[in-house]
């Protein structure tokens, strides 16, 4: 049986222990969510990390089209500027021959358009008009002789013709060569606004991850720290339900002392009760009582 001493040692034990337990418990919930907050901020920085890797694809996807697209319209360009190269180097070539032509305007002067014009004209009265053998035979030799005028002009006349019709033909393809020019700096300039933003984003998920780094070494300090004091607060629960244990085991033996001692004093009594009996003495309520006991 434990003495006054030692049970005195054993209930502040008891209480000493339930408030390590207290204190641990509150401690493990602090720590709990403080390790559960970062571990919802590292979650957040993750998602926000997953949606920019989105965003860069997307916008990686869209500059690489752009890119495609002024990468063809280039070769589209110097394909023409190779053909405008070759219309201007034929137009260097055949101006010096051009410059030779009597009139720089068909219209002006001696040009095959104006003898043709001539040509069906004296034609046309030979076939319309009722001309004397002598006239026709006259107007026949001046018509051989403006054929002859027409060859002539021709030969004086192409060099003007096909410098203009390079001309002509080298005006389209430099209006196709400016309008893909444009076109070209304004992909080109999309596709680099695109890269820009793509870098920009890119360095934005660069300091989330380092910010997901920082979390998760924060997370893992925390949660070491709570499976710390996790381990406390079990060997701290052990040793109290082992005191308890202890506590309740001298707790049982005590009771069972006392309920001895009252037997032992209740059948010395019943025996001084049994001696006034056989003496014929008189019994007392209390003499009853005590016989009443003995009985139960």
């Not at 104006?114 to 001309?131: A, D, H, Q, V």
């Not at 203009?164 to 400016?178: G, M, Q, T, V, Y």
């Amino acid at each position: 049986m434990l003495e006054s001493s030692e049970k005195k040692g054993l209930l502040d034990r008891l209480s000493t222990l339930r408030n390590e337990t207290n204190t641990l418990r509150e401690e493990m919930n602090t720590l709990n969510s403080k390790k559960e907050e970062t571990f919802g901020k590292k979650s957040e920085v993750i998602r926000n990390i997953k949606e920019l890797i989105a965003k860069v694809k997307d916008t990686k996807e869209k500059r690489d089209f752009k890119t495609k697209e002024v990468r063809e319209e280039k070769e589209k360009r110097q394909k023409l500027n190779e053909e405008i190269k070759g219309k201007i180097q034929k137009i260097e070539e055949t101006k010096p021959k051009a410059e030779e032509t009597p009139a720089k305007r068909p219209d002006e002067g001696l040009s095959p358009q104006i003898i043709k014009k001539n040509i069906k004209s004296l034609e046309y009265k030979i076939e319309t008009e009722g001309m004397s053998f002598e006239k026709e035979k006259k107007t026949m030799k001046l018509i051989n002789s403006m054929k002859k005028q027409l060859i002539e002009a021709e030969k004086k006349y192409q060099a003007y013709y096909e410098l203009k019709s390079i001309h002509n033909e080298l005006k389209p393809l430099k209006k196709d060569a400016n309008e893909i020019h444009q076109k070209i700096q304004e992909d080109a300039g999309e596709s680099q606004k695109l890269h820009e933003e793509m870098i920009k984003t890119s360095k934005g998920i660069d300091e989330l991850r380092k910010e997901e780094k920082e979390l998760t070494a924060k997370f893992l300090e925390e949660k070491k720290a709570y499976q710390e004091v996790s381990q406390k607060l079990q060997e701290k629960l052990s040793e109290l339900g082992k005191l308890r244990e202890e506590f309740d085991k001298h707790k049982v033996e005590a009771a069972d002392d006392r309920k001895e001692r009252q037997n032992k004093t209740l059948h010395e009594k019943q025996r001084e009760v049994e001696e006034k009996i056989r003496k014929g003495g008189k019994l007392t309520t209390e003499d009853l009582i005590i016989l009443q006991g003995t009985d139960n």
